[in-house]
C-alpha cells in the first residue's frame, strides 16, 4: 500500500511538473509581441495547486484506508493464529486438570464408602490393644508367682527343645530325680548325649525384681531393683553350684547350664553387672539365654546325627555282608539244581538211546504180526542243556555245600 502512494504522489508531482511547464511556455509566448492575448498564471497555479493537493489528500486518505484495513487483517489473523497456538499449548495441561479432577472424586468417593471400613478397623484395633494390655497385666501379675513363673520357665524351656530338634535325635527327660548327700535332687531337664554322659539343664526365672523394676519410672528406683536383680541371679547361680550336678552323673560334663527364659532379663542383668557370666563359669554354671540353650542343643543334635550316621553304617555293612552269604547260599543252591538238570537230561537221553535201539524193533514186530495197528509215538532226545554257573564264588560256595551234604549223609 505504501508503494501505491509513493506511485501517485509521483504521477501527481510529475502532472504538477509538467503544467508548469506548460505554464512557462505559455507565458514566453505571451511575452512575445502578440497582440492583446493574457494569461491568468496566478489562478492557473492556484487552481492546479488545489487539484494537487485534492489528490495527493485523497490517495492519503485511500492509503490510510488501506493500510487500516490491512493492518486490521493482519491483527485478526495473528490473534486467531495466537488464539490457536495458546489453545495448543494450553490443551494438555487441561487433560490432565481434568484427569486430576475425576481422581480427586474417584478418591473422594472411595474414602466416603470405606469410611465405615476404616471406623470399624480402628475401633476393632483398639480393643484388641486393650485385650493385649489386658492380658499382660494379667500374665505380668500372674508371673509374680513363684509357681507360676517355675511352669513358665519349663514350657519355656519345652518349647526350645521342640524347636531345636531335640525329641528326635536324643533322649531327654523332664523332672528326672538323682540322690545326693543333701537328699534326692531333681534337674528340670537332663540330655542325654551321643557319648552316653549326660548334661543337666535347670530352669531359673528371677522376675520378681525385674517385674518391680518395670514398673517403676524414677531412674534411681529402677536401678535399685535391678541391682536387685543381679542380685536375685547371683544368688540361683550360687545354688545351683552347691548341688553339683556334674558329680551325680556318670562322665557328665564339668558344669550345669542355668537356663534363663527370657533374653531381655539376662541382658538387663549384664549391663548392670557385666562380670555375671565369667562369676557363674567360676562355678561351673553356664548362664544360657535362649537362643545361647538352643545353639547348644542344635550343636548336641548335629552330634546325634552323626553318631546315628556311623551306627547306620555299621548296621548297613553287617546287613550287606549277611545279605552276599544268603545271596551266595541261593546261587549254590541254583548252580546245584542246574546240575541235577544236566544229569537228568543225561540219563533221559540215555534211556531214549535203549528204547530206541532194544525196545522199538520188538514192538514194530508186533505191529508187522498183526498185533497192534497203532503207530508208536516218537521218542527224542533233550537237546538243550541247562546253563552252567561259571563264578568262581559260586563253585566255592557249591563244594562247601557238596561236602556239607556229604558230611551228613
Known sequence: MNV?????????AVAVGYLLSQVRARSVEVDSPQPEVRLDTEGLVTAVKEAVDAQVSKAAQSALKANNELAGQLIDERSRTLEEQTKNLLQPVTEQMDQLKTSVGDLKSSYEKN????????ENLMHQITELNTRTGALAGALKSPSARGAWGENQLRNIIDLSGMASFCDFSEQSSVSSDDGVLRPDLTVRLPNG????????VPLSAYLRMQELD??????????????????????LADKRYWALFDDAPDFVVMFVPGESFLADALRAEPGLVDEAMRQRVVIASPMSLMALLLTIARGWQTTQLAENAKKVEEHGRELHHRVGTTLA??????????SATKAYNEMVGSVESRVLPTLRRFSELGVSGDELPEVRP?????????????EASSNIDDQGISEAN
Not at 469410611?115 to 480402628?122: I, M, Q
Not at 554322659?197 to 531359673?204: I, N
Not at 524414677?218 to 541371679?233: F, M, P, Q, T, Y
Not at 543252591?333 to 544236566?342: F, Q, V, W
Request: hydrophobic fraction near 50%.
Open 4 to 12: 501505491i502512494f509513493v506511485a501517485v504522489v509521483a504521477f501527481l
Open 115 to 122: 469410611k465405615g471400613s476404616f471406623e470399624a478397623l480402628n
Open 197 to 204: 554322659a549326660f548334661l543337666v539343664v535347670d530352669s531359673k
Open 218 to 239: 524414677d531412674s534411681v528406683a529402677r536401678e535399685a531393683e535391678l541391682k536387685s536383680h543381679v542380685k536375685a541371679v547371683q544368688d540361683h547361680v550360687k545354688a
Open 333 to 342: 543252591a541254583m548252580a546245584k539244581t542246574g546240575r541235577g538238570l544236566e
Open 382 to 394: 533233550v537237546e538243550a542243556s541247562a546253563r552252567s554257573m561259571t563264578a568262581n564264588e559260586l
